[in-house]
């Protein structure tokens, strides 16, 4: 469904992001019919520059970024004269007068905040100086959003003085996973799984968001980060909200934000042996972590590994094992809900446990998968197997379905509709680094250096240790 003409401002438009993921996810957007040529969209930033070479940076960017199949010549012909460069200074007067002028007053108005953190006061405070405050304006906002409570609520803080919370975007690009929103289909949209949902029938959760990369060139940001900042505290969290959410009454922004504030409150704190966090170390070929930063004796850990509790009635009893981690064994990233064993086996034991398993597999092949148990075909007696049903997107809807959009596209679009379900509200990001905090400031504190892991493993031993003490073992990361 297409769009009204909006105006759109990249802030940072000559950025990382902007090349890798906000202009190509437009131009996705314009080719499949989404947005209109009436809509504007202003790439600004430090540096100076025409606009025509803002559009030829723009094309550069798509045609890097997209598969040659996607990039439709007149298509992306018509969609480069959408857009325009201004320069601009978060930090001074430049660009702002002609900013506000190229301005829609009745246009919904998008302000893309594709910069860091310490900009975004600055921005806020010019943009409503300049006019470009009001009713109509959406303010969309990058991670990552403080690094503790005290520096999120500033920021918080910030914005609120001259925005409505009804008027800003955080962004969690997970949210934007089409396989993310299928869980909510899935939990709510079935009779089947809800009633099974909790810890009367389920053993536990694993959460996995795993990369075979390491830090590459950003080790300069990721050392001050860490995977729990960079990773656990907003996507994992995000993703345990998801699963271990009430019911929201209805699938509107505010009730479905509020179920996932309930579940951070919920959440107890972490005590130290529940968690692990280790550090890639080196091989013949590739880097260790810390020869890729400044600091030969950085602490930043790049993997993390914690078993969660939630108290309530709905999961008291079952664990959540979260676990992300740089270079590991494989770029792979799911959810699995492991239901406990049937009471009593009626066959011969086999010896091996047959537990259903629903997994929502978010990368690579997005798609749900639920472990069943079924007879071995064959005249060999009752012997038990466990298959997959596999919801595979692909084989059930066609190729063009499966097809999905990359969650920025999904995002973006969400923001001009003004449908703030699937951003993160100011208090969900509060609470959530309210229960990290405590667990930074443990490591700060005890000034121990995370445990050492061989690249390509599944990460440090400990990790292990942290499942098989409970009788549980880790998926294989695949
Ligand atoms: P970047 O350093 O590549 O780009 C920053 C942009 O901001 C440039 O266009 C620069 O000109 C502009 N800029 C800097 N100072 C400015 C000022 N005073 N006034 C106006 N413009 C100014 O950064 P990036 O990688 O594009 O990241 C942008 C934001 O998005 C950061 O907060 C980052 O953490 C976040 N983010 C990036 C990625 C990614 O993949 N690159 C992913 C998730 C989140």
């Excluded at 959810?335 to 690579?364: C, M, V």
């Excluded at 919801?391 to 379905?401: I, K, Q, R, T």
């Amino acid at each position: 469904i297409p769009v009204e003409a909006f105006d759109l401002v990249i802030i940072g438009g000559t950025g990382d992001l902007a090349r890798r993921k906000i202009l190509p996810a437009l131009y996705q957007r314009f080719n499949a019919g989404q947005i209109g040529k009436k809509s504007q969209i202003i790439g600004a930033a430090r540096g100076e520059m025409t606009s025509e070479a803002y559009r030829a940076f723009a094309e550069e960017a798509i045609r890097e970024f997209l598969d040659k199949s996607d990039v439709k010549v007149r298509a992306l012909k018509s969609f480069l004269k959408l857009l325009s460069y201004v320069t601009l200074d978060a930090k001074g007067e430049t660009g702002w007068e002609e900013l506000a002028g190229k301005m829609h007053s009745d246009r919904i108005r998008a302000i893309y905040f594709s910069v860091g953190p310490s900009l975004f006061g600055d921005l806020a405070k010019r943009l409503h100086k300049h006019g470009m405050a009001g009713e109509g304006t959406r303010l969309v906002v990058e991670k990552p959003f403080g690094r503790d409570l005290a520096s999120a609520k500033e920021l918080n803080q910030m914005l609120a003085r001259h925005f409505d919370e009804s008027q800003i975007y955080r962004i969690d690009h997970y949210l934007g996973k089409e396989t993310v929103q299928n869980l909510m289909a899935v939990r709510f949209g079935n009779m089947l799984f809800e009633p099974l949902w909790n810890s009367q029938y389920v053993d536990h959760i694993q959460i996995t968001v795993a990369e075979s990369v390491g830090v590459g060139t950003r080790g300069g940001y990721y050392d001050r980060s860490g995977a729990m900042r960079d990773m656990v505290q907003n996507h994992l969290m995000q993703l345990l909200c998801l699963i271990a959410m009430e019911p929201p009454a209805k699938f509107d922004p505010d009730a479905v934000r509020d179920e996932k504030l309930k579940v951070i409150r919920a959440l107890d704190p972490v005590e130290p042996d529940n968690i692990v966090r280790g550090q890639y170390e080196g091989d013949g070929e590739r880097p260790g972590y810390r020869n890729q930063v400044e600091s030969r004796d950085s602490t930043t850990e790049t993997f993390v590994a914690l078993k969660a509790h939630i108290s309530n009635w709905r999961w008291a009893g079952t664990p959540f094992y979260l676990r992300t981690g740089k270079r590991l064994k494989d770029r792979a990233s799911e959810i699995a809900i492991i239901f406990k064993d049937a009471p009593h086996s009626i066959f011969e034991e086999d010896g091996q446990r047959h537990n259903n398993i629903l997994t929502i597999r978010l990368q690579p092949n997005e798609g749900i998968e639920l472990g069943v148990t079924i007879k071995e075909p064959g005249p060999g007696g009752m012997r038990l197997v466990d298959v997959p049903l596999d919801m595979s997107f692909a084989e059930v809807l066609g190729p063009d379905e499966a097809d999905f959009p990359d969650a920025y596209e999904r995002l973006i679009m969400d923001v001009i509709r003004g449908n703030q379900t699937l951003f993160m509200r100011g208090d969900e990001v509060e609470a959530a680094w309210a229960w990290t905090d405590p667990i930074i400031a443990e490591w700060d504190g005890s000034g121990q250096a995370p445990e050492p892991y061989a690249p390509g493993s599944s990460g440090p031993e400990s990790a292990m240790f942290l499942m098989h003490r409970d009788g549980r073992r880790w998926r294989e990361i695949k």
